[in-house]
């Protein structure tokens, strides 16, 4: 999955990448309790 971020003044970078984590979550159906993989993956 492909991260795009948007400039600093459209929208701040940590709202950014808690959408991509929930969307992630979602998608994936993670499910309660269970590791997110580490940023290299």
Do not use: C, H, W
Not at 1 to 11: H, I, R
Not at 21 to 38: C, F, T, V
Request: cysteine-free; overall charge negative.
């Amino acid at each position: 999955m492909a991260y795009k971020y948007e400039k600093v003044n459209q929208k701040l970078l940590v709202p950014q990448i808690e959408d991509q984590l929930i969307m992630y979550i979602q998608q994936e159906q993670i499910e309660p309790g269970a590791k997110l993989p580490s940023e290299y993956k």
